[in-house]
């Protein structure tokens, strides 16, 4: 695996971490609504692990959120614009109906 793809599995899992317990879940909360291992959580949380597009579909479910919001990686900058990926926090403060994200 290169240095770049470590690099986002590290901030992915940093944001699901972040995530996890700004709901004020656990590891075994997410676990048995995710139906994903504990082990495999934490894997995934310490940017070990590379999740599949199944566990991901499951982890935001068990969030109850949309599945792009996962990928919303604050300290990661996005270069299309070259600023930083807004954070989900803020996102998730804006009216439903008006949540959008625009790269470009």
């Known amino acids: 695996m290169n ?5 986002y599995l590290s901030s992915f899992g940093k944001n699901l971490r972040s995530i996890r317990t700004n709901l004020s879940f656990t590891l075994n909360e997410i676990a048995q609504l995710s139906l994903i291992d504990r082990e495999q959580l934490e894997d995934i949380e310490a940017g070990a692990g590379n999740p599949s597009l199944t566990a991901l579909v499951s ?8 599945l792009f919001e996962l990928f919303l990686l604050p300290d990661v900058e996005c270069k299309a614009k070259q600023a930083p990926v807004p954070d989900i926090v803020e996102i998730r403060k804006q009216d439903t109906n008006q949540r959008e994200l625009r790269l470009f």
């Open 3 to 7: 240095g770049e793809v470590k690099r």
């Open 59 to 66: 982890l935001a479910r068990a969030y109850n959120i949309n």
